[in-house]
């Protein structure tokens, strides 16, 4: 492969819902433009992206990944994205990349959930230039007509129909470029025919909304177009060329990447319309300092590369996907990493075609490769130059929320377990892995369940590590209602030196986040040196309550009186004495069980917030807001108890058919309702039945 300049470089970031057949389409430009041998098929995973045996298995696309198309002296740098909301990461990954996008769109299936979130956050917050491609004419069910009518009732007056299909019964036989008002027939390659009189039409009503936005562009088109003058064909290329880097023109093309049709114009659409990473001009980073600065998009500026993926190979090893932002990246160079500020050596320098990596001399600006076993570089650092110390802003990544508590099968496979999910943590950084100090899990977090899937499958598959898994135990507290006082008296005499201690403690609520304790002793009842082990003799009881065996809080336990032995008495004994006054006490003091509440933040869209509060209400959830962001979503804040949220992420999914999301993160603790405390005391009760048998 050759080297390309920064202005030669396209960057396309692939978007669209799962199935629309955006893997497929990329795969038909590779094998149109000659670098591939055989065309293969996403679905049983024989196609050059969907390598990694999770995909095969599954049929879709579940990473990120390349595929660098070299067409007409341009290099088109494809950025495969997942369309599975549970992959969102790896999609925002793409995005990072990506200088454009292309929207795959299914013309049997139309407009989907994962259309929408490609245009909300490709166009409404990237504001990237962007084409549509219609994809699957072939299939006996696809609704052309249908589909253009949804994308541009759904996004609006910039959705322009660049390409017309000419359609015999049922069957797509060619098609009708809009701009030049021509027809290319499948069964007849070569010379443009002219457009069939049946849909003359409405190719006329399609070019003179193009050519309106086209006039819109520009003064000087603006002014022939309404003197009645025809565009020549330098005037169309130049107002589109505005048109789509500025965003008022979303072209929409169609075709089949299975039958290899729309896929020779769509490249050209590609790099002639779409704009290179150096018509940017300059970036923002930060320097040393943290304060804002621009880097120059030209290969003259200092380098700068952002590192936006990691990947763990066994044979290779770490492998730092990364793209140039300014200069140039050369093999065998030293270059300093700018967050862990130590400097890293470059060996060889590749670019990545799908599982392939391709050696080259160097990366130019703008584009997209990859350097392997870096020492400590990570993703999201930058490297660069020691001269010009910068760095980009880190990738914000969706954060997981859907959590289990997981264990491996076999006590020997613990390490094992450790280092593979640390690895995958690495290669996804919207993988969660928390060890619970007070219940004692290990608990893996993912976007969803299908991603939680993905992890669990990888480890057993790569690693050899097979879990268990298990809802999380919620982290309910006990505390009292009223007060209590109790001796505890402990004796004990085997002979030799005996051991005695006897405590008198009264037990009150109080505010507190922690047990708090005082001592009212008088007389010397007890002497002061067995006042420390008295207290940490109640605060280990305090880390099991009465009720279901969960941490106390909000007690103030007041040591008042006692007795002692000048032989016998030691601090084991006052330990001891402390916990039968604990357990005496503590069931009369009317204990209650506190439940974790949690603020949720769920965005959705208008149309589904009366599902969501109503489920919300069910979860015995409390509005206390909603509002409308930029975007137009709605945004409803609530207080819920998190014991009702352990599994809401899927639900979410299923009452917005993927259309929403949520954050959720503690809030506080407050008592729970009789019947809730009633059920988690009889599954503690049970649980530990079934742990003494």
């Not at 579940?62 to 994205?81: G, M, Q, R, S």
């Not at 200069?327 to 270059?335: F, K």
């Not at 929403?660 to 809730?676: C, E, L, N, T, W």
């Amino acid at each position: 492969m050759k080297d390309y300049l920064a202005n030669e470089v396209r960057n396309v970031t692939v978007l669209g819902n799962n199935g629309a057949g955006k893997t497929s389409v990329i795969e038909a430009c590779l094998y149109h433009a000659g670098q591939l041998d055989r065309f293969g098929k996403a679905g049983d995973g024989t196609t050059a992206l969907n390598f990694d045996p999770e995909e095969g298995k599954r049929g879709m696309s579940c990473y990120t990944h390349l595929a660098p198309v070299e067409w007409k002296n341009h290099k088109v740098n494809f950025i495969d994205t997942p369309g599975y909301v549970d992959y969102e990461g790896e999609e925002t990954t793409g995005l990072i990349v990506g200088d454009n996008a292309l929207i795959v769109v299914s013309a049997k299936d139309g407009v989907e959930a994962g259309t929408e979130r490609a245009w909300k956050t490709a166009v409404v917050q990237r504001k990237m230039p962007t084409i549509f491609f219609i994809n699957k004419l072939d299939d006996e069910n696809a609704d052309f007509s249908k589909t253009v009518d949804e994308l541009r009732e759904k996004f609006g007056k910039s959705v322009f129909l660049f390409e017309l299909p000419i359609i015999d019964g049922r069957k797509v036989i060619g098609s009708v470029n809009i701009l030049r008002k021509r027809a290319w027939y499948y069964d007849k390659p070569g010379e443009p025919q002219p457009v069939p009189e049946v849909i003359q039409p409405k190719v006329d009503e399609y070019y003179s909304e193009l050519a309106e936005a086209i006039a819109m562009t520009d003064d000087d088109l603006m002014e022939k177009f309404f003197s009645g003058e025809e565009f020549d064909e330098h005037e169309i290329a130049k107002g589109l060329r505005l048109g789509v880097r500025s965003g008022e023109i979303r072209p929409v093309y169609c075709g089949s990447a299975a039958l290899q049709t729309g896929i020779e114009r769509l490249l050209d659409l590609i790099t002639e319309y779409f704009p290179s990473y150096a018509e940017k001009g300059h970036v923002d980073a930060l320097n040393a300092k943290g304060q804002v600065i621009q880097m120059e998009t030209n290969e003259e500026e200092s380098l700068s590369a952002f590192v936006f993926k990691t990947i763990i190979d066994p044979y290779v090893g770490k492998i730092s996907y990364l793209k140039v932002m300014s200069g140039v990246l050369n093999s065998d160079s030293q270059v300093y990493n700018a967050q862990k500020q130590v400097n890293e050596k470059v060996g060889q320098v590749y670019v990545i075609n799908g599982k392939y990596q391709i050696g080259v001399g160097k990366l130019f600006t703008g584009d997209i490769g990859a350097v392997v076993k870096l020492a400590v570089t990570q993703t999201n650092d930058t490297l660069c130059t020691l001269s010009k110390v910068v760095h980009y802003p880190e990738i914000n990544f969706p954060r997981p929320m859907l959590g289990y508590a997981i264990w491996p099968k076999t006590k020997a496979d613990e390490d094992k377990m450790s280092v593979g999910i640390r690895n995958m943590m690495e290669e996804d950084r919207t993988i969660r892995f928390e060890r619970n100090a007070e219940t004692g899990e290990q608990v893996l977090y993912g976007l969803g369940d299908q991603h939680i899937d993905l992890i669990l499958s990888k480890l057993k598959s790569k690693y050899k590590v097979e879990v268990n898994t298990t809802v999380p135990t919620v982290q309910y507290r006990e505390t009292i209602k009223g007060k209590a006082e109790a001796q505890g008296r402990y004796k004990k005499q085997n002979g030799g030196a005996g051991q005695y201690g006897d405590v008198w403690v009264r037990f009150e609520p109080c505010d507190s986040e922690d047990m708090v304790f005082a001592e009212e002793v008088f007389g010397g009842a007890v002497p002061k040196q067995f006042f420390p082990p008295t207290e940490q003799g109640l605060r280990d009881c305090m880390k099991h309550g009465p009720l279901a065996g969960f941490k106390v809080v909000g007690v103030k336990a007041t040591l008042y009186d006692g007795s002692y032995h000048p032989v016998d008495s030691k601090e084991v004994a006052f330990k001891e004495a402390a916990r039968l006054a604990y357990n005496a006490a503590m069931p009369k003091a009317n204990p209650v069980l506190l439940e974790p509440i949690g603020k949720a933040v769920i965005t959705v869209p208008e149309a589904y917030t009366g599902t969501i509060m109503g489920d919300l209400t069910k979860r015995r959830g409390m509005i206390l807001d909603m509002t409308t962001n930029e975007y137009g979503d709605q945004v409803i804040t609530a207080e819920v108890p998190m014991a009702e949220m352990l599994t809401y992420a899927i639900d979410l999914r299923a009452m917005s058919q993927g259309r929403g999301s949520y954050i959720m993160d503690f809030d506080r603790y407050q008592q729970a309702p009789k019947d809730v405390e009633a059920k988690v005391v009889a599954q503690a009760k049970a649980k530990k039945e079934a742990e003494q048998k």
